[in-house]
């Protein structure tokens, strides 16, 4: 055991920096600006561990219907446009690039392209969102909504695969189809929502970094709110093939 | 770090830095309510849970006053039904769950690491409004409309019941948030605001129980969450996902459900073994046995949690190789709940036991946790479970392991920790006597109903075969018995605020940090930098009649005697 | 509760101190698990708090006593507390494992009834078609129940055959019993229901050999050999309307069948509806239709449940309720 004298070393941890300057955004309880820095990317990591875990419960509820009704889902993808969803996913990943790009100007101190690039961000996750909405609202006028409410229009009941093997398997509708729409609006609906989230975080940080908040010293903000752009655009990765793209 | 600057800061505030600590450095609303120091944050949520306990305490009387006979007694079939849903509810998401980690984890965890803070104090901060806020819903539940559903929110029984369950499903969603973030803040605390000395082996064992407590509120809480969104979803649009008559599958949301609640039993006990594993230790004035099976295990507990929820589910119709795979997993994670037993006992053994109110306490732990998790067998077995599943054996079990486990152990770190959070002592004769009392009365409450259940007795009956009645009759007297218990203990603890002698820095000779400072501690826990050292190193501490507490030995009285003098 | 099932739970009262009676021999089995598992239980926990308490006495603090060594782990002694424990639970497991796949694995001949829960009655079709609201069984002879619920989850509970089941809307669940004792067993709504859910109870009459078929075919022609009134009373009493319409004007979770038929009553939504033929067959097999003022829409619909005969009949007795 360890007696007093012998232990009187104490985690001192970043002592020497301290007494020079303290940085503007060190908190009290922090000794350096690496543990508060560390302790926050941490932080971050967990929360998206959470993220997954909530968009999980979904995946699973997904994958449960799919292994029990394997007709639904192939039935009702067709009423997905395959080349929306494409469009969207490039989007994203554009977007996902502006972010990587908006976090290198932060820890270079490009403030100019730190704004440009949170910018351009901005803009991706928008035309998503109106991508989005174009979707939904086609499903809407041909009643295509989540079971409780799904009653197919006739006229607007055409698949939008161009191919006509695809075509042919609209006449015979199985029933319970309302579940897979159920699962589709609750994943990209949780999705939209994140991407709204994230424009808010994007529009955050792009406020301070317009006031010069953010230099190679302190740029930590826009990395986590980067992690977190990545992660929303990740499940998008997994949404666009599992619920547009089935045979 | 900052030594020098934090010398100089308290020396300007105060000429006497010894008497300023965090409870008297600012006053008013706003220095409470905005505040982000992790011990106030602690105090807040220590009497906000208290409320939230009293309040579900009300619930259970009105319940085992209506069951005192087999038919009406004080109230019609649906108040009944929504006074046991909102009993479970409310103990269950208001007051347990956030109990030990949200009051007891954050006044000690920042103190016992030798840190000023929690990594994060104002999502600290903002975890404690969450609660308010999900405490604020489930109140707007019962004002508008109640709720009938059970604590499990049973589709499609839920989602066809007219009650407000809605309403109550966004307030536990918002509680599970307050959950994760108190979780997210203690992990991102234990990694980077440990001293470098403190290795993870060096860590006191409630830390390790807290660490391994915040695993699962981090990695299960959000599939409560999605959960309650699907409900909500369900009720408000007709989803159907778990409804029957839309292609949905009912038992889907009991698979859901129970994927975090199950884990979530150990949110509420795992904790509370921490607590258990200082105070046998402290008290018995010897250093865990075992630390690091006690630590591993609390590790293996959480993990194993995670894979057992399907042993809720036993009756549901699952399939036979489910629910075999799931009784062996269940079984798995008794044994290391049994280590810790067997290790608390090893810890005791050829100590030097001094029976102060947390020691009785942990002591009726030991007791009552013991018949929690042996009743577990006869459950966690296939076949007896199909005849005891949802009957009062159940009802007993898991109130001997929530109640007589956590809640006891709660209490024992109430009575542990009271003088270094409010820097007074409490009259010992009172605190054992209402130890003694919450003992008593708990066993007189819910031993008769291991029997009812056995019988036959289905849970969250309102009226019953008079057969029972007796039994029901025991059970009530003891309710009432362990609320009068309850009481005596507040009032122990009231009465020293006004009444109790000062606290000294260490009462009970303690060798974790947070024993090192002032009773109660200043704004940034330590004057100066702690200690390093073992956290269960007790005979480094010798008792000081001038201190009225303990202080270091010092190299000359080290040796010489094992034998402290009695408090 | 109803008064006669009340005694027959009372009635059938024979257990040990644990148990009530058992009825089956797999409950012979439960029960020999569950003493073999209170024994475990029992040793460990004298044990445990033995230990518990002899260490307080003997190594209390007090004056003159000075604390021994003891070290601080030993991990041979970790190991023996792990895998004794361990070695036990695997025994219990497999005894549980066993006796569950007993109690879910009918044999090749089973006599099968068809069982309809709905808030809060129970409906146990047998192979004629016939429906009854409680369970008749022959004794000595395997019977397997095919469930399913018409609303919210149910489960059917016989503590006597220690057995327990979910019935879930949507989906049909099963299980068997083969009941070694004639006698009344109750049978309960073991999964939370809603309002009357600790009403929900029904027996299970197991009958002695050759009983059975004569009860079968006696009841399934009372139609046919009772004056309507009289078997619209049987009914009642039966099929789970007795529940939540009272004889007798008190209003419970239904309108009261005493004295109504013939007048005018408001209904939920303002309008008013005269008590007629009509109206409580569209009541019986479309419930939700035309609600009256003051009650809430809760009533199950028994559209393929009961034949027209019999809703006849059960017209015929509210009629007869003046």
């Known amino acids: 055991m360890l007696n007093q004298t012998a232990a009187n070393v104490v985690g001192s941890q970043g002592q020497e920096n301290h007494e020079q300057s303290h940085p503007r955004f060190l908190a009290h309880h922090f000794h350096s600006s690496e543990q508060q820095f560390d302790s926050g990317k941490l932080g971050m990591w967990l929360f998206l561990i959470t993220e997954v875990m909530f968009f999980s419960g979904l995946f699973c509820a997904y994958a449960v219907y799919r292994s029990t009704h394997p007709e639904i889902f192939i039935y009702a993808h067709q009423f997905l446009d395959a080349n929306l969803g494409a469009t969207n996913t490039i989007v994203l990943l554009c977007s996902s690039l502006t972010m990587a790009l908006a976090v290198r100007s932060a820890q270079t101190s490009q403030q100019k392209m730190l704004v440009v690039y949170l910018t351009l961000t901005l803009i991706f996750a928008a035309v998503f969102l109106s991508i989005k909405y174009v979707e939904y609202s086609h499903k809407w006028h041909a009643g295509l909504l989540w079971a409780g409410d799904f009653h197919p229009v006739a006229g607007h009941e055409h698949a939008h695969d161009g191919d006509g093997q695809d075509a042919g398997k609209t006449t015979v509708m199985p029933r319970d189809v309302g579940v897979f729409f159920s699962i589709y609006y609750a994943l990209t609906g949780l999705h939209g929502i994140h991407i709204l989230g994230g424009m808010g975080a994007i529009i955050w940080i792009l406020i301070r970094a317009v006031r010069g908040d953010f230099n190679a010293e302190y740029y930590a903000p826009v990395d986590f709110v980067g992690l977190y752009w990545h992660l929303v655009d990740l499940i998008w990765i997994f949404l666009f093939p599992l619920l547009y793209l089935i045979h | 770090m900052s030594v020098l600057q934090m010398e100089t800061e308290s020396a300007a505030v105060n000429e006497r830095p010894s008497a300023e600590n965090y409870l008297n450095c600012s006053h008013g609303f706003w220095s409470w309510a905005a505040t982000r120091d992790h011990k106030r944050i602690a105090i807040m949520y220590l009497i906000s849970v208290l409320g939230a306990f009293l309040l579900g305490g009300i619930f259970a009387i009105l319940i085992r006053m209506e069951l005192w006979t087999p038919q009406r007694t004080i109230m019609d079939h649906d108040t009944y039904n929504h006074t046991f849903t909102l009993h479970g509810a409310v103990m269950t998401f208001l007051f347990i769950i956030p109990s030990i980690p949200a009051a007891w984890g954050n006044f000690v965890l920042p103190v016992m690491l030798g840190a000023k803070d929690v990594a994060f104090p104002k999502m600290n901060l903002a975890s404690y409004y969450l609660w308010v806020g999900g405490a604020l819903f489930l109140l707007a539940a019962i004002v508008l409309g109640g709720l009938d559903t059970g604590w499990t929110f049973y589709t499609p029984y839920s989602t066809t019941t007219n009650s407000s369950v809605i309403t109550a499903s966004i307030g536990v969603f918002i509680l599970g948030f307050s959950s994760i973030f108190t979780g997210l803040n203690f992990i991102v605390t234990m990694h980077t605001m440990r001293p470098v000395w403190m290795t993870w082996f060096r860590m006191p064992l409630f ?361 | 509760m109803d008064p006669k099932t009340m005694m027959a739970v009372s009635e059938t009262d024979g257990g040990s101190f644990w148990f009530p009676t058992a009825g089956t021999q797999i409950a012979k089995e439960v029960d020999g698990l569950f003493y073999f598992i209170l024994a475990l239980s029992t040793f460990f926990f004298l044990l445990i708090v033995g230990l518990m308490l002899v260490f307080v006495v003997i190594y209390r603090r007090r004056p003159g006593y000075a604390r021994k060594f003891a070290p601080d782990h030993n991990s041979t002694l970790e190991v023996v507390w792990s895998v004794i424990p361990a070695i036990l639970l695997i025994l219990i497991f497999f005894q549980g494992f066993t006796g569950f796949l007993d109690m879910r694995t009918p044999p090749a001949e089973t006599y099968e009834i068809k069982v309809v829960a709905k808030k809060w009655s129970w409906a146990f079709q047998y192979p004629n078609g016939y429906i009854e609201g409680e369970l008749h069984v022959p004794v000595d002879r395997a019977v397997k129940l095919t469930m399913t619920s018409d609303d919210v989850i149910h489960s059917l509970y016989i503590p006597s055959f220690r057995i327990k089941m979910d019935l879930v809307p949507g989906r049909y669940s099963s299980m068997w019993f083969q009941a070694n004792q004639v006698g009344d067993f109750p049978l309960l709504c073991a999964e939370y229901c809603g309002t009357k859910h600790s009403d929900m109870l029904s027996r299970v009459i197991v009958h002695p050999s050759g009983e059975f078929e004569k009860w079968l075919e006696q009841a399934s022609n009372l139609m046919s050999t009772l004056p309507p009134p009289e078997a619209g009373k049987l009914l009642y009493n039966r099929r789970g309307c007795a529940q939540c319409h009272s004889m007798d004007a008190t209003a419970r979770t239904g309108p009261s069948f005493s004295g109504t038929f013939g007048t005018s009553q408001p209904l939920a939504d303002g309008t008013t509806v005269l008590i007629d033929e009509n109206y409580i067959r569209e009541s019986i097999l479309e419930p939700m239709a035309k609600v009256r003022a003051g009650y809430r829409p809760v009533m199950p619909s028994y559209k393929g449940q009961l034949k027209d005969l019999e809703i006849d009949a059960i017209i015929e007795f509210i009629k007869s309720l003046k």
């Open chain 2, 207 to 567: 830390l390790w129980s807290l660490y391994a407590t915040s695993i699962i509120q981090v990695l299960a809480t959000p599939v409560l969450g999605i959960t309650l969104t699907l409900l909500v979803a369900e009720r408000a649009l007709g989803i159907g996902i778990f409804d029957p008559k839309l292609g949905g599958d009912p038992v889907l949301f009991q698979h859901f459900f129970w994927f975090y609640s199950h884990p979530a039993v150990y949110i509420m006990i795992l904790p509370a073994m921490g607590i258990i594993s200082e105070i046998i230790s402290v008290f018995s004035r010897k250093p865990i046995f075992g630390y690091r099976f006690v630590a591993y295990s609390s590790i293996a507990i959480a993990l194993l949690g995670f894979l057992v929820w399907g042993h809720h589910m036993f009756t549901s119709g699952q399939s036979r190789i489910s629910a075999i795979v799931f009784s062996a997993l269940t079984f798995s994670v008794s044994i290391p709940s049994g280590i810790k037993v067997f290790n608390w006992l090893a810890t005791m053994y050829r100590g030097s036991i001094i029976l102060t109110t947390p020691m009785c306490y942990a002591l009726s732990f030991i007791f009552l946790f013991t018949i929690g998790g042996l009743t577990g067998l006869f459950l966690g077995a296939l076949a007896t479970d199909i005849h005891l599943h949802d009957t009062y054996f159940v009802v007993a079990h898991f109130h001997y392991v929530m109640m007589g486990g956590t809640l006891v152990s709660f209490i024992a770190g109430l009575f542990y920790w009271w003088p270094k959070m409010t820097g007074r002592m409490y009259s010992e004769f009172w605190g054992r006597l209402g130890c003694f009392g919450v003992f008593a009365a708990f066993n007189l409450t819910f031993f008769p109903q291991f029997i009812l259940g056995a019988r036959g007795m289905p849970r969250r009956y309102y009226n019953y075969p008079p057969e029972f009645q007796l039994y029901h009759q025991i059970s009530t007297v003891g309710a009432f018995l362990l609320g009068a218990s309850l009481f005596v203990a507040a009032f122990t603890l009231i009465h020293s605020l006004f009444r109790g002698r000062k606290a000294p820095a260490n009462p009970w000779g303690a060798a974790s940090l947070e024993w090192q400072t002032s009773s109660p501690p200043p704004l940034h826990n330590f004057e100066s930098d702690p200690c390093a050292g073992d956290p269960y190193d007790l005979d480094s501490q010798i008792y000081d009649p001038d201190l009225s507490g303990y202080r270091f030995r010092v190299e000359s009285e080290r040796l010489h005697s094992t034998n402290d003098s009695a408090i």
